[in-house]
């Protein structure tokens, strides 16, 4: 069994009853131009996620919208059958069309569909979480939850789905889909430009529900200010380092799941999010959110 590495930055979290590294990684780049079709590089997409595994990364958040289906493919062609510590983290809730676009999928026959998508190419019997991906493309959208979510129960209640999520979601649909069954994760856009989950992240911090930052395509572009710049030359690190290691030592409830499709990136960002950063500095770097 692989067990993450002592250098791995950010210790552990148990999501229910999976111990997952909280530095992770994010598939999604492993697709295609705008997340559609195979990867330019495809024996460089199997080495990046055996690297993941060799560092000792055991949380990888994949979608079968990727691609879509090519992530998975890829997946699994690299590490199955999965080492017994690996968790792959999964979401539904939106598909793809021809012309790249995100349509929301969450009707409760789409919603079977892509779990049953997600088993298949994944070659997995049980997802061990899936996430309800609400919202649009846009962001989060305020609204009802309870058919889509009490879909993903149902499945759950059949043993096909070990646990549950909410992805892209406002407050009041977090604490909706709590009323229906226990999440042990929210995956959201967060990051030290975009803060607007603070209270959420504490929130979920003293329940123990992780809480999983995500990223528009482009990575931390958001971040490019002078501030986080002036701080990464400061401590002799890039911004990204910074900004991966601000979000380790923010809460411990907080999951990284940064992508690359590179395997001497990947382990860039590993290095990088085990800056120490002393309470000068992210006192300094609070102020770029807010």
Known sequence: MNTPSPSLPGGTWTLGDLTV???????MQL????????PADHEGALAVLREAIELGITHIDTSNAYGPGFTNAIIREALHPYPDSLHIVT?????RDA????PVARTPDELRHQVQENLDVLGLETLGLVNLRLGNSEGPVAGPIEESFTTLVELQQQGVIRHLGVSNATTEQVAEAQTIAPIVSVQ????????QDDELIDRLAAEGVAYVPFFPLGGFSPLQS???????????????AVALAW????????????????????????????????E???????TIGR
């Open 226 to 240: 002078d501030a986080l710049s002036a701080i990464a030359t400061r401590l002799d690190a890039t911004p990204m």
């Open 280 to 286: 000068a500095d992210v006192a300094e770097l609070d």
């Open 31 to 38: 697709a295609g131009p705008w997340v559609m079709g195979p």
């Open 99 to 102: 012309d790249g676009g995100w």
């Open 21 to 27: 590294s909280r530095f992770g990684y994010g598939a």
């Open 247 to 278: 979000l380790l030592q923010r809460s411990p409830n907080i999951l990284l799941i940064p992508g690359t499709s590179s395997a001497a990136h990947l382990r860039e960002n590993v290095v990088g999010a085990g800056l120490s950063l002393s």
């Open 188 to 195: 959201n856009m967060y990051n030290l430009a975009y803060r």
């Open 91 to 95: 979401k539904v809730g939106g598909t």
